[in-house]
């Protein structure tokens, strides 16, 4: 069946429009195409669902949140080409009920508050905190170094005791 018309076309029923194709209904438009309900829009897919677009795609809800829940697997969000991002006026939470927050990176991680960062890097079996440049953490084997500036104090943890080593100066703590 097709359905043609150089102006509009407006389906209205009092009760409910039900379309059924034994292959695909494809909705094609020039300028854009509106589905407007007085209560809530349901799209329902044995398999998959695509929202496929050249520009953009937006999703909002106006009076309350936005919601994409899995049932069985994981929600995915993935950027192709630039970076994924995550803007709120107020502020972001991430909330693990379950086990831990993961924020997984190829090279550190980096968390800015205002002008102030702090990142966190893997690198050659140990763990590195930097803070502005300024302030280092570094974990790596059996010793824990903090760096600020050009001056260091390392804690390393031995059989029986623990060495903190400041510059120059070297005593020890009995565990």
């Given at each position: 069946?097709?359905?043609?018309?150089?102006?509009?076309?407006?389906?209205?029923?009092?009760?409910?429009?039900?379309?059924?194709?034994?292959?695909?209904?494809?909705?094609?438009?020039?300028?854009?195409?509106?589905?407007?309900?007085?209560?809530?829009?349901?799209?329902?897919?044995?398999?998959?669902?695509?929202?496929?677009?050249?520009?953009?795609?937006?999703?909002?809800?106006?009076?309350?949140?936005?919601?994409?829940?899995?049932?069985?697997?994981?929600?995915?969000?993935t950027a192709?080409?630039?970076?994924?991002?995550?803007?709120?006026?107020?502020?972001?939470?991430?909330?693990?009920?379950?086990?831990?927050?993961?924020?997984?990176?190829?090279?550190?991680?980096?968390?800015?508050?205002?002008?102030?960062?702090?990142?966190i890097t893997?690198?050659?079996?140990?763990?590195?905190?930097?803070?502005?440049?300024?302030?280092?953490?570094?974990?790596?084997?059996?010793?824990?170094?903090?760096?600020?500036?050009?001056?260091?104090v390392r804690?390393?943890?031995?059989?029986?005791?623990?060495?903190?080593?400041?510059?120059?100066?070297?005593?020890?703590?009995?565990?």
């Open positions: 069946m097709r359905i043609t018309a150089s102006d509009s076309v407006r389906i209205t029923m009092d009760d409910s429009v039900r379309i059924t194709a034994a292959g695909s209904v494809r909705i094609t438009a020039r300028d854009s195409v509106r589905i407007t309900m007085a209560d809530s829009v349901r799209i329902t897919a044995s398999d998959s669902v695509r929202i496929t677009c050249a520009d953009s795609v937006r999703i909002t809800a106006r009076e309350d949140s936005v919601r994409i829940t899995a049932q069985q697997d994981s929600v995915r969000i192709r080409e630039d970076s994924v991002r995550i803007t709120m006026d107020d502020s972001v939470r991430i909330t693990a009920h379950d086990d831990s927050v993961r924020i997984t990176m190829d090279d550190s991680v980096r968390i800015t508050a205002h002008d102030d960062s702090v990142r893997a690198h050659d079996d140990s763990v590195r905190i930097t803070m502005d440049d300024s302030v280092r953490i570094t974990a790596h084997d059996d010793s824990v170094r903090i760096t600020a500036h050009d001056d260091s804690i390393t943890a031995l059989d029986d005791s623990v060495r903190i080593t400041a510059r120059q100066d070297d005593f020890s703590l009995a565990a």
